[in-house]
């Protein structure tokens, strides 16, 4: 099977590790459409998901995976239910990844999500994912601790750490990609200033206090921590069999719409087909409608 080449985006990162911070944009374009118009084209486009995942189901050759990655309140959620609020919930699963669990920290760090991967027709949604593992723990090497690795960071020079499990997740995304997942990775990117607003509506209004927590704040003290683990994750794993988007998140609207025409188009370009029927098979439905023609007399 041929891997699935990545769509052409201004957010595509590139592939030969030249991504720097001056290239992530938090806010859109100039001539970016209105947020009537992006509404109304994301509409569109979540209409022609659900038909496209009604192919995918049927043709029954690939699966989806989505990845999100965000700073907190970027807006993920929002986000994957905007998108994906037309496709058929028998083929679209989300799994939202927080804290490992101890039955969790008991097995390698792939294996909570590997044990949830979609199936081939699906399509599978991480809200975060085995990422974490290389940014809010390379941030809090600390949380290490927990895994009771034979051979912890402490054994190795900590860059070395790293590169290795950023090597073990570019050798799980190829292997992923041969077998018919297509891998497709988002991040969010919402600037500093959007997000302590973000944040303080969660404060002030009523209705959002349950959002708020206020490790978000706290941990915004770590922001450029988190931007530099960020960029070093794309730069070692953004290829073409599994590409990472860092599309600007300070407007909703307009994040949306990127997201949805770049899940779309990757479908788009999986040339789905429907099973074909052949003569056999055909002249028993010939059977089969004469039968129920006659039974209704």
């Given at each position: 099977m041929s891997l699935p080449g990545p769509v052409l985006s201004p957010w595509l990162a590139p592939f030969d590790g030249t991504l720097t911070g001056a290239q992530l944009d938090t806010s859109p374009p100039k001539r970016a459409p209105s947020a009537k118009k992006c509404k109304k084209q994301r509409e569109e486009l979540v209409e022609e998901l659900a038909e496209l995942q009604a192919a995918l189901f049927a043709d029954d050759r690939y699966s989806v995976l989505l990845v999100f990655q965000a700073s907190d309140a970027a807006g993920k959620d929002g986000t994957i239910r905007a998108v994906l609020s037309g496709v058929n919930p028998a083929g679209c699963e989300v799994h939202s990844f927080r804290a490992p669990t101890a039955h969790e920290l008991d097995h390698d760090y792939l294996w909570r999500t590997a044990r949830v991967l979609p199936t081939r027709g699906r399509i599978g949604v991480f809200n975060r994912s085995y990422y974490e593992e290389v940014l809010v723990v390379r941030v809090h090497p600390e949380y290490l601790g927990g895994q009771r690795l034979p051979r912890g960071i402490d054994a190795v020079d900590p860059e070395a750490f790293w590169a290795e499990r950023l090597e073990s997740i570019r050798d799980h995304e190829l292997h992923l990609a041969r077998n018919g997942t297509v891998v497709v990775?988002?991040?969010?990117?919402?600037?500093?200033?959007?997000?302590a607003r973000r944040l303080l509506r969660r404060i002030d209004d009523p209705k959002r206090n349950w959002k708020f927590n206020a490790g978000d704040v706290a941990e915004r003290d770590h922001r450029d921590a988190y931007q530099d683990a960020f960029t070093d994750a794309v730069n070692q794993t953004s290829r073409p069999h599994a590409p990472w988007y860092v599309v600007p998140a300070d407007d909703k609207p307009f994040m949306r719409?990127?997201?949805?025409?770049?899940?779309?188009?990757?479908?788009?370009?999986?040339?789905?087909?429907y099973p074909t029927l052949g003569k056999k098979e055909l002249s028993g439905l010939d059977a089969m409608r004469a039968k129920l023609m006659a039974e209704l007399g």
């Open positions: 990775k988002f991040w969010l990117n919402v600037g500093a200033d959007e997000q719409l990127q997201v949805a025409e770049i899940v779309v188009k990757t479908l788009r370009g999986l040339d789905l087909r």
